[in-house]
């Protein structure tokens, strides 16, 4: 069974960074895509970044440019650097992994995950 652990997120202000790490277990790491999905009040779960199982990484247009996703497979964990950070990033972050190979069209469909950490938030003053 695959467990996913999530750092404690945290309160920055508006331009500041914050780094989420998330460490996996139960699986071939290196096989899985793994992400960062978020949610913010009232609105619907939105994928942000991932990293291929062959090492590539993607990400959203809200986030390209200041967000960084990277991985450690030594430590089965994967991390989001986040930067530039502004009050529209606040919401729940959420580790996922997937066993199924994502590629550019299907990796922000929730769905496609069959892991997800608890999450963690992150909240970003004004």
């Known amino acids: 069974q695959v467990q996913l652990a999530e750092s404690v997120g945290g309160s920055v202000n508006s331009g500041g960074s914050l780094r989420l790490s998330c460490t996996g277990s139960?699986?071939?790491?290196?096989?899985?895509?793994m992400g960062w999905f978020r949610q913010a009040p009232g609105k619907e779960r939105e994928g942000i970044a991932a990293i291929f199982s062959y090492g590539t990484p993607t990400y959203a247009d809200s986030v390209k440019g200041r967000f960084t996703i990277s991985r450690d497979a030594t430590k089965n964990t994967v991390f989001l650097q986040m930067n530039s950070l502004k009050p529209e990033d606040s919401a729940m972050y959420y580790c996922v992994s997937s066993s199924l190979r994502q590629t550019h069209s299907t990796w922000l469909r929730p769905d496609e995950y069959d892991s997800w950490g608890q999450g963690t938030q992150v909240t970003v003053s004004s």
């Open positions: 139960g699986y071939t790491y290196s096989a899985f895509t």
